[in-house]
């Protein structure tokens, strides 16, 4: 059945990575002027120049998008769809591990170089909630199918 609340769930995850991948997630700042904005693809310089250094971000967001896609028409096998979430949980980890690499990386500190974390930089952790939240409903359904299973 695709109308349960996991199908739900997986589609905020999708709204949240796919938002995520059109909304700067960073900006870098120089004694205190902006002068670089990150985006999950490309880095804008204060001249409106691209620099495709943050490349993986994008390459880590896309197909963890399109993995909450495609979890939602699982619903046949919920085993299968329970792996792809708990796998797209990982891609996302993953995606805040790059995430937070590239901040200390281009943002140094001794240079006088911050990171600001912008609003499109939190949304993969909905995105993990989400999933979570999808993962824990898959398995109480397999749970109940499994007692209904012992009952006949």
């Known amino acids: 059945m695709i ?6 769930f997986l589609l ?7 938002a ?3 909304l700067p997630i960073g900006t870098f700042d120089v004694d205190g002027l902006r002068t670089v904005r990150e985006f999950n693809l490309w880095l804008v310089d204060a001249e409106g120049q691209r620099s495709f250094d943050c490349w993986p971000l994008f390459a880590i967001l896309l197909p963890s998008s399109a993995l909450s896609c495609y979890t939602i028409f699982l619903y046949r096998n919920r085993r299968v769809q329970a792996k792809m979430c708990m796998f797209n949980i990982f891609l996302l980890i993953g995606w805040y591990i790059v995430y937070a690499v590239y901040g200390n990386v281009l943002g140094d500190a001794a240079s006088g170089t911050s990171f600001q974390i912008e609003f499109g ?3 993969p952790a909905f995105a993990i909630a989400f999933v979570f939240m999808a993962y824990k409903g898959i398995m109480s359904d397999e749970r109940l ?3 209904a299973d012992r009952i006949r």
């Open 12 to 18: 905020l995850a999708l709204i949240a990575s796919v």
């Open 20 to 22: 995520c991948l059109c």
């Open 145 to 147: 199918v499994r007692a």
């Open 3 to 8: 109308q349960r609340k996991q199908t739900i």
């Open 121 to 123: 930089g939190g949304l």
